[in-house]
């Protein structure tokens, strides 16, 4: 796919000419029947241990905003455009000045080298590789100064620290790392109540049990290829990145994991932050057109609109539906959009509502996990390959085409 430049207006927002995806990827044998992000889930499923599987997969409570964020594409059907020339369509974009090769990118998402061995690495080569952005998990047992260097483009997404000079200690070492757009989720500022991590046998340190030894001997190619493997190379996993130094070891019986209190947090740590921070800064959690207003007048550059893909508040409204008001409010910025995205036809109806840019999360975390790095990008591909088929059915050339009047609500059930 023949990338082509596009100007940028701001210093900070300057284009940066980066190669198309490279080439196709085969999976494995046993992979054959992967063809959409949902077919990973279900691999995926076989592949890990129950109490890992269920971090991945499952939410809060009754998982409520789960079920709804994959709903709120249902609300909307396509209106097609017929006898158009559809052979230069290009599923290309830029956002925060950088040309990709699709309009999504790979999402944060926490432990994912417990799911996959060395996993944030195999996304920040996957993405590096597909040309499309990957934002590192604050969350994460691999240091990022590894995660920059195999990616130069990776953002890094950070939860804020408690107290004002870890902020600044953890702002610090994120910029000399080398990252250029910080992400800072603002939807966490406590834990979650995730009873499905409770009573799977999930927790973060996990603790050393009987039970957890069989989840591992009933499912060995997770045990060699992934837990064992990182033992033998890189010895025991840390939480690497919530702070500027190492935290607690992600399997111990006696040390807990320090979940710093942000309930104090509010909108004059992020003008510090701002003033500090010289690159592009993202926030992401917002819901409301009020937040989103704050946001940009404190200094963010973009917004993600997101319910931490049901991760937090249980019955949070999904943000497919609040995304055309904050597209409205905050005409000065890109705003993204994530939680429950999976089919080219989810992110072709976010563009029309507005958003600049989508974020995926647990699928890619599935690949991963069950095909490496090949698996990520297979998974890239995919998503890719159904945005630009989408896109000839619909009509379109090009993205930046797409509005509302492609959309119509859909009629109740």
């Not at 950088?98 to 061995?117: E, V």
């Not at 320090?258 to 992401?284: C, T, Y």
Request: charged share 20%; net charge positive.
């Amino acid at each position: 796919m023949q990338l082509d430049p596009s100007a940028g207006t701001a210093a900070r927002h300057a284009p940066q000419t980066t190669p198309a995806a490279s080439g196709p990827v085969a999976l494995p044998g046993r992979l054959g029947h992967i063809l959409s992000l949902d077919d990973f889930e279900r691999a995926a499923r076989g592949h890990l241990p129950r109490p890992v599987y269920a971090y991945i997969s499952g939410a809060v409570e009754r998982n409520h905003s789960l079920r709804a964020n994959a709903r709120s594409f249902e609300q909307y059907e396509f209106v097609t455009r017929v006898l158009i020339d559809m052979s230069r369509r290009s599923t290309a974009t830029t956002v925060l000045g950088k040309r990709w090769s699709a309009p999504f990118g790979l999402a944060p998402m926490g432990i994912s080298a417990l799911s996959a061995y060395r996993g944030d690495l195999v996304l920040a080569q996957a993405a590096a590789r597909e040309n499309v952005p990957m934002v590192m998990s604050g969350s994460s047992l691999i240091r990022m100064e590894e995660i920059v260097a195999a990616n130069p483009d990776a953002w890094f997404q950070a939860y804020l620290p408690g107290a004002d000079a870890e902020i600044a200690a953890l702002v610090q070492r994120v910029q000399a790392a080398g990252f250029r757009t910080l992400v800072v989720t603002v939807d966490a500022s406590i834990a979650s109540n995730r009873e499905n991590n409770v009573r799977a046998g999930f927790s973060t340190p996990l603790r050393p049990s009987a039970r957890l030894a069989w989840e591992g001997l009933t499912h060995p190619r997770w045990l060699f290829g992934t837990f064992l493997k990182t033992l033998v190379r890189h010895g025991m996993p840390h939480f690497e990145n919530n702070y500027a130094w190492r935290g607690a070891p992600i399997l111990s019986a006696s040390v807990e994991r320090d979940f710093s209190d942000r309930g104090h947090l509010n909108w004059e740590h992020l003008r510090r932050i701002r003033a500090m921070w010289p690159g592009q800064l993202v926030l992401k959690g917002i819901l409301d057109v009020r937040d989103a207003r704050l946001a940009v007048e404190h200094g963010a550059d973009a917004i993600i609109v997101s319910n931490h893909g049901g991760r937090q508040l249980d019955s949070t409204v999904a943000p497919l539906r609040v995304l055309p008001e904050i597209v409205a409010a905050c005409p000065q910025v890109p705003v993204m959009i994530d939680s429950g995205f999976r089919r080219g036809t989810d992110v072709l109806k976010a563009l029309a509502l507005g958003a600049k840019f989508v974020f995926v999360g647990r699928p890619f975390n599935y690949a991963a996990a069950v095909a490496g790095e090949d698996g990520v990008r297979k998974g890239i591909a995919l998503l890719r390959d159904e945005v630009s088929r989408n896109m000839a059915m619909l009509g379109v050339t090009s993205l930046d085409a797409l509005d509302p009047s492609y959309l119509r609500r859909a009629e109740p059930a």
